[in-house]
């Protein structure tokens, strides 16, 4: 298993602002997963950041309002760029451990945003 | 993209009693994985399905998997009100690289005392 933390747990912003979500693993991991939960809605995964290489953006997400950092094998931060209400989601971090064909994702504790 | 819808989207039952939650998927996969959200916080694991399974126990929690039917459920017996959560369902396979999940929509199951 792992453990995952993430700073900060919520934060209110205000319209135009960014705000850099951090994500800790207690252990090294190749790949980590950032996921949106707009609220009443499921899961959707934004990206996946990989040690060493660029993240890789799902349909619909950029790097401009999503830029993500990954400088080693145990942390990873994403930013939420000039941010507008509908913004306002969960954010959740989460890595793979296991083989690859049956992995079992752990998931931070999430990141609540409110953008004014 | 969403793959899994579920039903019911909320589920509301007394304690004991137990509850019965359904996902199905469009593609093939290689694993579906049940999660449990409390209080929109983040997602607790509850149990792992590979695509050549089709059945797995873990305590109170039952799934199943019937991949001609491209569909799983999640029973959770003897039901207690610290089962009150949403339950997703997520998928892995090959197309979207195994790791990267796509989740349902959920299910929001109540337990009354």
């Known amino acids: 298993s792992a453990v995952i933390s993430q700073k900060p747990s919520r934060d209110i912003c205000q319209r135009g602002t960014s705000l850099t979500i951090q994500c800790q693993v207690d252990s090294q991991v190749t790949m980590m997963f950032w996921y949106r939960q707009q609220p009443g809605q499921s899961l959707t995964l934004i990206a996946t950041?990989?040690?060493?290489?660029?993240?890789?953006?799902e349909s619909g997400f950029v790097i401009d309002k999503f830029p993500i950092s990954r400088p080693n094998l145990t942390f990873s931060t994403l930013t939420v760029s000039n941010m507008s209400p509908e913004d306002s989601s969960i954010y959740l971090c989460s890595v793979a451990i296991g083989d690859r064909s049956t992995d079992t994702q752990y998931f931070g504790p999430g990141t609540r945003l409110t953008v004014l | 993209s969403q793959q899994g819808e579920e039903d019911p989207q909320a589920l509301s039952i007394q304690e004991g009693e137990n509850a019965t939650m359904n996902c199905s998927y469009k593609t093939s996969i290689n694993n579906l994985q049940w999660y449990r959200q409390n209080s929109g916080r983040g997602l607790v694991h509850l149990i792992l399905i590979r695509s050549n399974e089709r059945e797995k126990h873990s305590g109170r929690l039952r799934v199943t998997l019937d991949t001609s039917k491209k569909s799983s459920s999640l029973l959770i017996t003897a039901s207690r009100a610290a089962d009150t959560a949403s339950y997703f369902c997520?998928?892995?396979?090959?197309?979207?690289?195994?790791?990267?999940?796509?989740f349902g929509t959920g299910t929001r199951l109540l337990v009354s005392p």
């Open positions: 950041a990989n040690q060493g290489s660029e993240a890789t953006y």
């Open positions: 997520a998928t892995g396979s090959a197309n979207t690289g195994f790791q990267k999940l796509v």
